[in-house]
């Protein structure tokens, strides 16, 4: 099981905040999770997911390079659009 | 002195400057900037969300540039979460110092990067439902000026 | 809303603050400095002098320059005369706007300009008795950045 | 009569914050006042007031050129050094 959380305006794409995947192998990479997104939720969210002001953080620290990803069981993923704070 | 906060609800931002003045005896000058929600015709609410693991580590990173770059005694930065309505404060930074351009920039230097550099997400209910807020040109550039 | 007074006895930014920010509504920031006498080692006091005919004029011109420059809903600037103690606030300038950009350049540009350009003179009192204080260089050139 | 009033460190060089001098004539220039102040008061003041930096106000305004001062019975005079606030 994985967690993924969609963060601003990706929760309104996923439409949802959260969910939780199991794996059906002990790991997944990049590509692994678009498809999961694909299959799971919709094809909007894994587009979005690509776009280059999407980050991703595994576990609560944000990746240099997303395409790099391994995640396991257990492992939370945030997908991070552009923040506007202040 | 240093004090980071989320806050999930209204908030006097007097009653927390007070305090941080007095806990920074000898300072020379305190800057503070206070942000609201804009009471603007068609805006009835703002929502900030954030992400947990990352955005109180994210306002103390910052604090911690901050207290690299320039003097500083004492820094607070405090920042609302969930549906704020207009006229309420989001954002508070205030900066002790012993000169006032290390207290002013500081605070100028914090409310750049928490703008469009800190894991906060906003949106605005208008009267037509809710809209996501992307930052502006001005944000980006705004923090550009640090990164000379 | 525009406040500027000279006030000759100690006082609590905060109870004007609050009001000033109250009376702004529909603000979407305020930037506020308080500047203090510093409790240095061997300060004793501080004395403010100024000449009356040209204090508060120059401030209100200086209140005029600022709204024309920055895009400001309401400014405040109370500068302490007399003598001061260590601790005792000196000067508040706090300026209300629709962005923080203006609200702090605002500060900004009102506090670089009462330090070196306004009718103040200042002497501190050591153990070995008054010293008139001259404005340092770092005064004169944070004024000059504001006449590029 | 004609005011003088000695602002900042001027006041300690003047012995006084303010003096009133009778005048001679109908009206005063910049030679005369610098006279009037080596007689009534010291050469330290005289001094300091030919300085760069000292400026002139003429009741309640500053003169772009001091040396272009006229001052008539009744008049204030303020001598103003470098100031400094906040």
Known sequence: ?86 | MRDIRLIDRAFNPGTLIGPFTQANPGLGGVCTFVGEVRGETDVQALELTHYEPLTLPGMHDLADHAFARFNLMGLLMVHRIGVILPGEPIVVVSAAATHRRDAIDAVDFCMDHLKSAAWFWKREQRGDGWHWIEPREQDFSDRERWEK
Chains 1, 4 share one sequence.
């Open chain 1, 1 to 86: 099981m994985i967690t993924l959380v969609f963060l601003g305006k990706l929760a309104d794409l996923a439409g949802r905040a959260e969910c939780e995947c199991a794996l059906t192998s002990g790991a997944i990479n990049w590509p692994d999770l678009l498809a999961l997104m694909e299959d799971h939720l919709n094809t909007a969210i894994a587009e979005a997911a690509l776009a280059d002001r999407t980050k991703l953080a595994l576990n609560g620290a944000v990746l240099a390079d997303k395409t790099a990803l391994i995640a396991r069981d257990g492992d939370e993923i945030a997908l991070l659009p552009p923040v506007s704070g202040g």
